[in-house]
């Protein structure tokens, strides 16, 4: 071999030597960028995904927020721990919680599994390679939502358990004669507490006939019926001495609102319950505040949010002694348990033209307000009072003196006041009453009065019997002092709903009625049926006393009173009383001992006196 074929051998095999070299060299240069980039790659990876799990943890805080307020925005419960409300509130708020972060984690599991994501990047043990490794995203998503999920159902757990403690506190069971005290009753004298009214002071407009004489006031004001509508409350107040309803107009529509929001409702109705007229009240600015107006605006939500920890009772219409419009937004408090016994303690009024509003106790109310209370509340605290005059056991079994309100109530104007009025029966009787209370709705004065009679639904059939050939129907009952008898005032309309006709019933004898087109009319006929019925108080009679125990007791309808029927053990002599003789007899029961007078008139004995 040539000396030149050596040279060129020696030459390859030199250079071949040094390219494995500088390969190799390049090789490690290489897998050094690769490691220092993939390294990069994965710290900017982990800065990432901290910073998306930062920012998906803001947009979950973000949507619960507003999905929080948005309920507390509808249901606005006091943000108080006695209202039953705000502890469904707290409980509703967990729940928004938990199914927003619950469907996030659900969708990210849901997009891991279709994209092939939950990859890393780590080093091989063995090789010293960096490779992919898939991450078992179903053990981290368990981790995730398991803690919230936990303390979410515990926190609930919690209130439910707060939410039957405290129901139980004020179970009726354990708390009767609180019940009892929610209304304190006097005894009253009805000649003396209700004087007779002139002619012309009785109120003859319910609310029924309130409603139709405002649509046609509104009807005849052409520039306005096109976009208002009348609120249907109709409150009955006393402004300068004489009965009114009042109520506020309302928005047609959510149009008529739009166009009309600026300006505000620009009057009110006022119908005046005597002689029937009916003023369109317009006023000088706008009423801007009203239970018609949207967000923040409207009445109930317009005095949440100024006053939050305020539990209201429903807001009613009134206007002061110049005729200001005011919404009356009574406050409450629980006198039982943690959130019963509902009472009243205090007033919120909201002027509704400006907004202004301040917050009055119950003892420092204005004078002009005449509906600080309910009637659904005060019907409910009667007949808590009369279902537990002795105790919750006797309430069930025995019933001994237990009563209640009669179907129905009405209101009396008394020296500025607006009273409630209703009867009261025994509990075993429907036919009829033991007597009647009268309620102040401002301070809640309460006074029963023992005139036994016929119930308001009996007097009202008795006044439609009159002129049946007319097929008229009687209003609900108010109640009168005419010549110093309690006396029922009603009514009569026909199939349209106008008054025709009015009638008086005598309330201890309903079947002595007086009607007439005109309430003079009417109560001329009722004085002479009076007459003709010889319904003077009788004098007292001399009697025989006894004493001893009832055997049997059964009540009878004559004559349009309830009467009494018993005999004593040891005899079969029938004695009979009349209702009116003690208002005790429909409590009456066998094997109760009893005292008492009575005069021989035959067979049966009628019974003058029941003495202690």
């Known amino acids: 071999i040539s000396a030149e074929s050596c040279n060129f051998r020696a030459y390859c095999t030199a250079y071949t030597r040094n390219f494995r070299a500088y390969s190799a060299i390049l090789r490690i240069y290489l897998d050094f960028l690769t490691i220092s980039g993939y390294n990069r790659l994965y710290q900017l990876k982990e800065e990432f995904m901290k910073l998306k799990k930062a920012s998906s943890i803001l947009t979950r805080i973000i949507i619960s927020a507003v999905l929080m307020f948005l309920l507390f925005y509808s249901m606005l419960p006091a943000i108080n721990l006695r209202d039953r409300n705000f502890i469904i509130y707290l409980i509703s708020c967990i729940v928004i919680f938990l199914v927003v972060n619950f469907l996030t984690y659900v969708k990210d599991f849901i997009q891991n599994l279709s994209s092939g994501r939950g990859m890393e990047l780590t080093r091989d043990p063995v090789t010293g390679q960096v490779v992919f490794r898939k991450v078992q995203s179903e053990e981290k998503n368990k981790i995730n939502m398991g803690k919230p999920l936990k303390f979410g159902f515990i926190a609930i757990a919690v209130l439910v358990a707060f939410m039957i403690l405290a129901s139980a506190l004020g179970l009726k069971v354990f708390n009767a004669a609180r019940y009892r005290d929610l209304i304190t009753i ?30 046609k006031k509104l009807g005849e004001m052409t520039e306005l019926v096109s976009q208002f509508e009348i609120l249907n409350n109709y409150t009955q107040i006393n402004y300068k001495g004489i009965p009114y309803r009042v109520t506020p107009l309302s928005y047609a529509d959510p149009v008529k609102w739009l166009y009309n929001m600026r300006t505000g409702l620009p009057a009110y109705i006022a119908v005046d319950m005597v002689n029937q007229d009916t003023n369109l009240v317009w006023l000088d600015s706008g009423m801007k505040y009203s239970t018609t107006e949207y967000f923040f605006r409207n009445i ?313």
């Open 300 to 612: 109930y939500r317009y005095i949440r949010f100024k006053y939050p920890t305020k539990m209201f009772e429903t807001v009613s219409f009134e206007i002061d002694d110049e005729g200001t419009p005011y919404w009356v937004a009574p406050t409450i408090a629980y006198r039982i348990g943690w959130w019963n016994g509902k009472d009243i303690d205090g007033a919120v009024l909201v002027n509704a033209v400006t907004g202004e509003s301040a917050y009055y106790d119950k003892a420092d109310v204005p004078q002009w307000i005449d509906q600080l209370y309910d009637s659904n509340l005060i019907i409910e605290q009667l007949d808590d009072n009369g279902r537990f005059q002795n105790g919750y056991i006797n309430s069930i079994f025995g019933q001994r003196n237990v009563r209640r309100t009669t179907y129905g109530y009405n209101y009396l104007a008394i020296d500025d006041d607006v009273y409630l009025y209703t009867g009261m029966s025994s509990v075993t009787s429907d036919e009829s009453n033991i007597g009647f209370v009268l309620v102040n709705l401002r301070t809640k004065d309460t006074k029963f009065y023992a005139v036994p009679g016929a119930t308001e639904l009996s007097a009202m059939e008795s006044a439609q019997g009159q002129v049946q050939h007319l097929n008229y129907k009687a209003t609900f009952p108010l109640l009168l002092n005419i010549s110093d008898r309690p006396t029922y005032f009603i009514s009569l309309k026909d199939a349209a709903g106008l008054v025709k006709m009015y009638a008086f019933v005598d309330v201890e004898q309903y079947q002595i009625v007086g009607t007439g087109q005109t309430i003079d009319e009417a109560k001329r006929n009722y004085r002479t049926a009076l007459n003709l019925e010889d319904v003077a108080i009788p004098e007292i009679r001399e009697g025989t006393e006894i004493s001893g125990t009832v055997d049997a007791i059964e009540s009878a309808v004559v004559g349009g009173n309830t009467c009494y029927y018993f005999t004593l053990k040891g005899s079969r002599q029938v004695y009979t009383a009349e209702i009116s003789v003690s208002e005790l007899l429909p409590f009456l029961k066998a094997d109760e001992k009893v005292k008492f007078t009575y005069t021989d008139d035959g067979n049966v004995r009628d019974v003058i006196e029941f003495l202690d």
């Open 186 to 215: 006097t005894d009253g004298n009805f000649t003396t507490d209700v004087s007779e009214l002139n002619m012309s002071q009785i109120p003859v407009v319910d609310k029924d006939t309130a409603s139709r004489l405002g649509s």
